[in-house]
T-cell receptor, first 112, second 115 residues
């Protein structure tokens, strides 16, 4: 049982490049979400999904896309990277919105 | 606006000592309150989840309290160990539209245990 996995661990992008951050969970959780964590700020919700085929925007969705074709996977796409997207990104999953969330190890992204 | 404020921002204590971290919130309507531990370079790990009716909840040497009337919570760490060095994040879940829950995260307390 690997829990929540994220790849890559580190990534450096140039402004304007696109990329996909991968997230997978093997706990059969319906609820998955993406957060970014910046110094001095709490975790902020980017996008979330309550089940396969269903996604919704969080607090800071601009510049990011998500899809949920399977229960296990919830990739986050950066369409055209900007320096403001330099951050640490965490994926999380839970049985439901009211249950304990399990976080992945994070992806540290730098956009130059 | 829903807010979660934690204090202190940082704390340094000697190994073996106890400490208490504070969390005040203005989230309404309230669903539950969570405490997470985040080691440097890693994702947060859940310590406790408390609902409106729970005043106290323990997880080993960690004890969380909740006063829903004053909208305050505390996390007490007993007999601290070096491995307790981490950031502790308070998260309050409020009910959003259509019964959806919305999480509001505090900025965390950075705890350092010194030998």
């Amino acid at each position: 049982n690997a829990g929540v996995t994220q790849t890559p661990k580190f990534q450096v992008l140039k402004t304007g490049q696109s990329m996909t951050l991968q997230c997978a969970q093997d706990m059969n959780h319906e609820y998955m979400s993406w957060y970014r964590q910046d110094p001095g700020m709490g975790l902020r919700l980017i996008h979330y999904s309550v089940g396969a085929g269903i996604t919704d925007q969080g607090e800071v969705p601009n510049g990011y896309n998500v899809s949920r074709s399977t229960t296990e996977d919830f990739p986050l796409r950066l369409l055209s990277a900007a320096p403001s997207q330099t951050s640490v990104y965490f994926c999380a999953s839970s049985y439901s919105m009211t249950h304990e969330q399990y976080f992945g190890p994070g992806t540290r992204l730098t956009v130059t | 606006k829903n807010q979660v404020e934690q204090s202190p921002q940082s704390l340094i204590i000697l190994e073996g000592k106890n400490c208490t971290l504070q969390c005040n919130y203005t989230v309404s309507p309230f669903s539950n309150l969570r405490w997470y531990k985040q080691d440097t370079g890693r994702g947060p790990v859940s310590l406790t989840i408390m609902t409106f009716s729970e005043n106290t909840k323990s997880n080993g040497r960690y004890t969380a309290t909740l006063d829903a009337d004053t909208k305050q919570s505390s996390l007490h760490i007993t007999a601290s160990q070096l491995s307790d060095s981490a950031s502790y994040i308070c998260v309050v879940s409020g009910l959003g539209g259509f019964g959806n829950e919305k999480l509001t995260f505090g900025t965390g307390t950075r705890l350092t245990i010194i030998p």
